[in-house]
């Protein structure tokens, strides 16, 4: 994680502090978010960001793809 002030602004936002996260710290901020909703994915994943501005863009949606061979659980339940 990169965690940086910008005293010039890059972005039509303006001055500010950035954090960049490489992919695997992306997945685990997923992996955290989904667990505090109850969501547990366990086994292998692909994690999709889909960009509105491209490649460095805003984040539009993100899209978890699970594996066959994991599994996703939720409050408890396994969700097939």
Known sequence: MKIYRDLVPPTKYGKGT???LDGTELAHAIDAYLYV????V?????IT?????GESGL????RIYVDPSG???R?????T
């Open 18 to 20: 950035n954090i960049v």
């Open 37 to 40: 909703l109850g969501i547990s």
């Open 42 to 46: 366990q086994g292998p994943r692909t």
């Open 49 to 53: 960001i889909t960009t509105k501005d």
């Open 59 to 62: 984040c539009g949606a993100a």
């Open 71 to 73: 599994r996703v659980v």
């Open 75 to 79: 409050n408890g339940d396994e969700v």
